[in-house]
């Protein structure tokens, strides 16, 4: 979809799905030290046939993240208006691409969207929590734990909770004492 099926583009990323987004090297490499990298490599001049995929004569980079990630994450990296995280689930999925593809606007965008005021109380603070800790964002997973304090622990059980370690939810219990 637009802004990401222009002919101008000179790079595809193809998401898990199979879905193509037709992107611009340049930004990739203004806003991402990973691709600024990976771009940066030089590529053979006869390619095996299991080598670098090559659509409508554009080089191919097939990557692990949904579609739905993929271009929230290109919209926010893109000058155009950056998309509305609606869930923390989307949150968590643009947040970790955008650390895995070390995109410091975009991890710094999308944890504002987490640090929202809306999320820090009752289960989404929890929620916010475990997040932060699985992404191990150190000062965000304290300030989730310091908004735990805002609501009893010991509510309905939160099935985030059994992303952590015990350990940590050890901690937790500690920081309400």
């Given at each position: 979809?637009?802004?990401?099926d222009?002919?101008?583009?000179?790079l595809i990323l193809?998401?898990?799905?199979?879905?193509?987004?037709r992107?611009s090297?340049?930004?990739?490499r203004?806003?991402?030290?990973?691709f600024?990298?990976m771009?940066?490599?030089?590529?053979?001049?006869?390619?095996?046939?299991d080598?670098?995929l090559?659509?409508?004569?554009?080089?191919v980079?097939?990557?692990t993240?949904s579609?739905?990630?993929l271009?929230s994450?290109l919209?926010i990296?893109?000058?155009?208006?950056?998309p509305?995280l609606f869930?923390l689930?989307t949150?968590?999925?643009v947040?970790?691409?955008?650390?895995?593809?070390?995109?410091?606007?975009?991890?710094?965008?999308?944890?504002?969207?987490?640090?929202?005021s809306h999320?820090?109380?009752?289960?989404?603070?929890?929620?916010v929590f475990?997040?932060a800790?699985a992404?191990k964002l150190?000062?965000?997973?304290?300030a989730?734990?310091?908004?735990t304090l805002?609501?009893?622990l010991?509510?309905?059980?939160?099935?985030s909770?059994?992303r952590i370690?015990?350990a940590?939810?050890?901690?937790?219990?500690?920081?309400?004492?």
């Amino acid at each position: 979809s637009s802004p990401f099926d222009g002919a101008d583009a000179d790079l595809i990323l193809r998401s898990v799905q199979g879905d193509d987004f037709r992107v611009s090297k340049a930004i990739l490499r203004e806003t991402s030290p990973f691709f600024r990298d990976m771009l940066s490599l030089p590529q053979p001049s006869d390619s095996p046939p299991d080598g670098p995929l090559i659509k409508d004569g554009l080089p191919v980079i097939t990557v692990t993240e949904s579609s739905t990630t993929l271009d929230s994450l290109l919209r926010i990296c893109y000058p155009i208006p950056s998309p509305v995280l609606f869930s923390l689930a989307t949150i968590e999925e643009v947040l970790r691409a955008a650390l895995k593809y070390d995109m410091e606007i975009a991890v710094s965008e999308v944890r504002q969207a987490l640090q929202a005021s809306h999320y820090q109380s009752g289960n989404y603070a929890v929620q916010v929590f475990v997040i932060a800790c699985a992404l191990k964002l150190e000062d965000d997973a304290r300030a989730a734990a310091r908004n735990t304090l805002k609501d009893p622990l010991f509510g309905p059980f939160d099935s985030s909770l059994e992303r952590i370690s015990a350990a940590v939810y050890h901690r937790l219990l500690k920081y309400h004492q």
